[in-house]
């Protein structure tokens, strides 16, 4: 299995410009979610989702959309990019919502300018 | 919502002593504690759990305890290691995850 992978590893946008953020996981975990990383803040939750169609707000979803169409894949979009943005972003996934253990992808670093 | 709040935010100990990293937590209904180890360019990775029915739980040099009454839970660390140097993170879970800031932790040789 490879695990949750995103892609891509590296990003430099302009303000104002849009992107997407892909993940996917190959263990058919139900529970995807998008978090972000920021020095002396730890992990804040953009959006998750509990099921393929299924998609709900975190703690901090403004400026970002998710969709599910596939229980593999949930990638993350930003419309109009903010220098505010500029962050580490991780995508996780799990079997279900509850007691179970988390696994993250290895990070997309996005700067915008 | 939930509120964590974890201490120290960084950590220095010499090589073999112990680590102790503390977190609370402010919804009492929270019922599961996980606590991640981050190294250095990579994701967050599951190192121990505890859930509310148990008050102690021990996977080789590390431990967790939970208090919860007073809300809180800690994250030991024996005999330390230079591979023991990473961020780690506590949390509590249930449908939505709420981690704490992170406390940096370095183990010197």
């Known amino acids: ?113 | 919502g939930e509120n964590v709040e974890q201490h120290p935010s960084t950590l220095s100990v010499q090589e073999g002593d112990s680590a102790v990293i503390k977190c609370t937590y402010s919804d009492s209904a929270s019922n599961y504690f996980p606590w991640y180890k981050q190294e250095l360019g990579k994701g967050p990775q599951l190192i121990i759990d505890i859930r509310s029915n148990v008050g102690e739980k021990k996977d080789q040099r590390i431990a967790v305890t939970l208090n919860k009454t007073a809300k809180h839970f800690s994250l030991h660390i024996t005999e330390t290691q230079p591979e023991d140097s990473a961020v780690y993170f506590c949390a509590t879970q249930y449908q939505k995850v709420t981690f704490g800031i992170g406390t940096k932790l370095q183990v010197i040789p």
């Not at chain 1, 989702?49 to 949930?74: H, K, L, M």
Request: proline share 5%.
């Open chain 1, 1 to 113: 299995n490879a695990g949750v992978t995103q892609t891509p590893k590296f990003q430099v946008l302009k303000t104002g410009q849009s992107m997407t953020l892909q993940c996917a996981q190959d263990m058919n975990h139900e529970y995807m979610s998008w978090y972000r990383q920021d020095p002396g803040m730890g992990l804040r939750l953009i959006h998750y989702s509990v099921g393929a169609g299924i998609t709900d707000q975190g703690e901090i979803p403004n400026g970002y959309n998710v969709s599910r169409s596939t229980t593999e894949d949930f990638p993350l979009r930003l419309l109009s990019a903010a220098p505010s943005q500029t962050s580490v972003y991780f995508c996780a996934s799990r079997v279900t919502s509850g007691y179970n253990e988390q696994f993250f992808g290895p990070g997309t670093r996005l700067t915008v300018l």
